[in-house]
C-alpha cells in the first residue's frame, strides 16, 4: 500500500480549544500540561494568525472554510441586514454558504463527526454525526445530525440537560459560573468519547468554548498586569485549573485513538487583559458626527438601539463589541444619507485620523488600528463595516451605548468581561507517521486548516480556498 493511499484511510483528530493564546499553552503552562506537551514534543506548531476581526464569529467559520470574512459575508455575531439602520441579524450556520471542511470530506465519502463548531446551529446534514454549537438557542429545538442523535445524547448524560454553553458568562457570581464552566466541559467529554467509541468517523473535530469563557470571566484574577488585579484572590490559580482539568480530559480522548490518528490542537484566536472600553458613540457625537433628537439621560447608560438619532445630521454611528463597528451615512445607500458618494473616500480617511488621535487614560495616543474591509478581503459581500477598529492594539473594547460621562470607560456596559481577544491562536500537529521532535513553524493563517486536512487525506484543495496548507 502506498503512503498516498495509506494516508487516504487514517483518521484525522482536532481538538478546537476557543480563545486559547499561545502564551500559555506553548510557554506558561506548557510543562503543566503533559498531554498536550507530548502532542508537541513530538509533533509541529506555531502560531495561527486570526481573522479579522478576531472573533469566534466569523474566526471557525474562516478556518473551517479557508474563506475570508468578506467572503463569507459577515464581520461578527450581529451584522446589518440591508442598508436600513435598524435591521441586524444573527450569523448563525444559515449565513454560512460556503462548503466547510466536513461539508467537503462528506462529498468524498468520508465519515465525519462534528461537535460544537461555532456556526453550526442550525444543524444540516453531514456524512455522519454533528452537535450545534453555542448559538442553539435552546436544545428542545433540534440541535443534532441526524436528530435522533439528541435521544442518545441524553441517555449517556443519563438525562441531564446537553449544555451548548454556560448561561452567563459575564456575571459578578464567579463561583458560579465555574460551576458552570466545568459541568458544561464535563458534559461535552463525557459526549465527545461515546462519538468517538460508538459511532464511525474519518474526521473528528471538537471545539469545547470553556476556555473563551473563563478568560472572559477570569483574567483579572490570573494577570498580575490587569488594571483590576487582585493579589491572593481566591480565584488567582482558576484559569491555570482548568487547563489541567482540560489536558486530563484530553489524554483521555487520546488514548481512545488509533496508533496512526493525525491529531491536531488549534485555536481560533488568543486572549489579551481588557483595560477598557472607548465609548465609540459618545466620542461620535462630541465630535459632531452622530446627532441624536434630544440629550441621552445623564448618568444612565442608554443602548445605542434605545436613543433617537437624528439621521439627516448624522454622518456616521457605530457598534460596539470586542472591536468597533463604524457605519457612514452615505447618499444613495442608507435611507437618509448626507455623505456625497464622491466625498465618502475623504470622509473615511478623515476619521480614520481622528480615531487615531483618542488617547488613553495617560493623555497618549491608543495604539488603534482602522481597517477598511476592501483592502483587507479579497471580496465584500453583503452589508461590511466601513471601518473595523482595534482600540488600543486590542487592550480596549468599543462601547456603543450613550450617556458615558467621558469617552473612555472602566465598566462594560454588556456585563463583568475582564479579557478581549488576541491576533495569535495556536495550531499543533501530530502525526505518528511522520515522526519530528517540537518543530516550531513559521506563523501561519487560519484560512492554512482547512487545506491542510484536505492534504492529509491527500484528497484536491478547491480553487476558492484562500489558505494553504500548513504540511
Keep these: 500500500m502506498s503512503s498516498e493511499q495509506k494516508d487516504s484511510r487514517r483518521k484525522v483528530f482536532v481538538i478546537g480549544l476557543d480563545c486559547a493564546p499561545p502564551e500559555l499553552v506553548f510557554e506558561q503552562w506548557r510543562n503543566e500540561l503533559p498531554n498536550l506537551g507530548r502532542l508537541m514534543d513530538?509533533?509541529?506548531?506555531?502560531?495561527?494568525?486570526?481573522?479579522?476581526?478576531?472573533?469566534?464569529?466569523?474566526?471557525?467559520?474562516?478556518?473551517?472554510s479557508s474563506k475570508d470574512p468578506g467572503v463569507l459575508g459577515f464581520y461578527g455575531f450581529r451584522n446589518r441586514a440591508d442598508y436600513s439602520y435598524e435591521k441586524m441579524t444573527i450569523a448563525t450556520g444559515a449565513a454560512v454558504k460556503e462548503p466547510r471542511i466536513w461539508d467537503i470530506l462528506s462529498r468524498y465519502g468520508k465519515q465525519v463527526t462534528v461537535v460544537g463548531v461555532p456556526q453550526t446551529y442550525p444543524p444540516?446534514?453531514?456524512?455522519?454525526?454533528?452537535?450545534?454549537?453555542?448559538?442553539?438557542p435552546t436544545v428542545q429545538r433540534p440541535y443534532t445530525w441526524p436528530p435522533s442523535l439528541s435521544a442518545e445524547i441524553k441517555t449517556w448524560l443519563e438525562g441531564a440537560e446537553y449544555m451548548v454553553d454556560?448561561?452567563?458568562?459575564?456575571?459578578?457570581?464567579?463561583?458560579f459560573l465555574l460551576k458552570q464552566i466545568y459541568e458544561m466541559t464535563e458534559g461535552h467529554f463525557r459526549v465527545i468519547r461515546h462519538l468517538m467509541t460508538e459511532k464511525p468517523w474519518d474526521f473528528f473535530?471538537?471545539?469545547?468554548?470553556?476556555?473563551?469563557?473563563?478568560?472572559?470571566?477570569?483574567?483579572?484574577?490570573?494577570?498580575?498586569?490587569?488594571?483590576?488585579?487582585?493579589?491572593?484572590?481566591?480565584?488567582?490559580?482558576?484559569?491555570?485549573?482548568?487547563?489541567?482539568f482540560l489536558?486530563?480530559?484530553?489524554?483521555?480522548?487520546l488514548t481512545l485513538l488509533p496508533d496512526d490518528t493525525v491529531v491536531i490542537v488549534v485555536s481560533d484566536h488568543g486572549v489579551k487583559r481588557m483595560d477598557g472600553g472607548v465609548c465609540l458613540n459618545e466620542w461620535l457625537r462630541r465630535e459632531g458626527l452622530l446627532v441624536l433628537k434630544g440629550e441621552p439621560p445623564r448618568g444612565r447608560i442608554v443602548p445605542f438601539e434605545k436613543v433617537e438619532v437624528d439621521w439627516e445630521r448624522t454622518r456616521?454611528?457605530?457598534?460596539?463589541?470586542?472591536?468597533?463597528?463604524i457605519f457612514l451615512n452615505v447618499q444613495g445607500r442608507e435611507p437618509n444619507g448626507v455623505i456625497p458618494p464622491n466625498a465618502y473616500e475623504r470622509e473615511r480617511e478623515e476619521l480614520v485620523q481622528r480615531l487615531m488621535q483618542i488617547c488613553g487614560p495617560d493623555g497618549l495616543p491608543l495604539r488603534t488600528i482602522a481597517y477598511k474591509p476592501e483592502a483587507i478581503y479579497r471580496e465584500v459581500r453583503n452589508f461590511a463595516p466601513d471601518l473595523i477598529t482595534y482600540f488600543g492594539d486590542l487592550h480596549w473594547r468599543a462601547v456603543g451605548s450613550l450617556g458615558h460621562e467621558h469617552i473612555l470607560t472602566f465598566e462594560n456596559d454588556t456585563?463583568?468581561?475582564?479579557?478581549?481577544?488576541?491576533?495569535?491562536?495556536?495550531f499543533v500537529l501530530h502525526d505518528p507517521a511522520r515522526p519530528c521532535g517540537d518543530v516550531e513553524l513559521p506563523e501561519h493563517q487560519l484560512m492554512d486548516f482547512a487545506p491542510t486536512i484536505l492534504r492529509i487525506f491527500d484528497l484536491p484543495v478547491p480553487d476558492g480556498m484562500q489558505g494553504n496548507s500548513i504540511v
Design 316 to 325: 456616521v454611528w457605530g457598534a460596539g463589541g470586542y472591536y468597533g463597528r
Design 247 to 253: 489536558d486530563h480530559h484530553i489524554g483521555e480522548l
Design 42 to 64: 513530538h509533533g509541529m506548531r506555531c502560531n495561527l494568525r486570526s481573522a479579522i476581526p478576531c472573533i469566534t464569529v466569523p474566526a471557525w467559520a474562516s478556518m473551517t
Design 124 to 136: 444540516r446534514w453531514v456524512n455522519g454525526h454533528l452537535i450545534s454549537c453555542f448559538l442553539t
Design 415 to 426: 456585563g463583568p468581561d475582564d479579557a478581549n481577544h488576541a491576533e495569535k491562536g495556536i
Design 166 to 175: 454556560v448561561p452567563q458568562f459575564r456575571t459578578d457570581d464567579k463561583t
Design 205 to 244: 473535530m471538537f471545539v469545547e468554548m470553556g476556555t473563551d469563557r473563563i478568560h472572559h470571566g477570569f483574567w483579572k484574577y490570573h494577570d498580575p498586569a490587569h488594571l483590576k488585579y487582585e493579589p491572593d484572590n481566591p480565584y488567582r490559580h482558576s484559569i491555570r485549573d482548568y487547563y489541567r
